[in-house]
């Protein structure tokens, strides 16, 4: 995914758009991010968590029973961030999309293996064709392909937008 994002000049003192290689940059390097989901009753529900940014999407794990699946069980709606929380140094990124569970034992073995890349022995998953840890604490794998990606630059400061 190469995108061109546009530059929103009502947010923004930059005089051109953050380019797609530092967002998607931003998004693999990150080790924590938010995610965003909506309860049945139309809360939001944020939560810290760690993921992947792979294939121009983002991947985590949640517990069948965690709000996190119960939310998504009630619609896909989601939004992940990452950033720094300084006001005027770093680049914030928002990835708007929808939830989607990812099966399939090759596939769920590639993602292991990307988290245990990323995180170490701390997220060493075995798997099976439905999920990670089948034999313990069983974790359903969402992967959330963007609609939308918002980059927010800090230093000057510059909203760019992205969609695929």
């Not at 009753?41 to 709000?67: I, K, N, S």
């Not at 998504?72 to 680049?91: I, K, N």
């Not at 099976?128 to 974790?139: M, N, T």
Request: charge should be negative; charged fraction near 25%.
């Amino acid at each position: 995914m190469n995108l061109i994002g546009q530059l929103d000049a009502r947010f923004s003192e930059a005089s051109a758009p953050t380019a797609w290689a530092e967002v998607d940059a931003a998004l693999a390097g990150a080790t924590g991010y938010q995610l965003v989901t909506v309860r049945a009753d139309r809360r939001p529900h944020v939560t810290p968590l760690v993921g992947l940014w792979t294939d121009g999407g983002f991947v985590f794990c949640t517990g069948p029973d965690e709000q996190k699946a119960r939310n998504l069980a009630h619609g896909p709606h989601a939004a992940v961030m990452t950033g720094s929380a300084a006001w005027d140094d770093g680049l914030d990124v928002v990835v708007e999309g929808a939830a989607v569970r990812v099966t399939g034992e090759a596939e769920l073995r590639r993602l292991a293996d990307g988290f245990r890349a990323k995180y170490g022995d701390a997220w060493d998953f075995e798997n099976d064709d439905e999920s990670f840890d089948p034999h313990g604490q069983r974790a359903l794998v969402y992967r959330v392909a963007p609609d939308k990606v918002l980059a927010f630059a800090k230093s000057p400061h510059g909203q760019t937008t992205f969609r695929p």
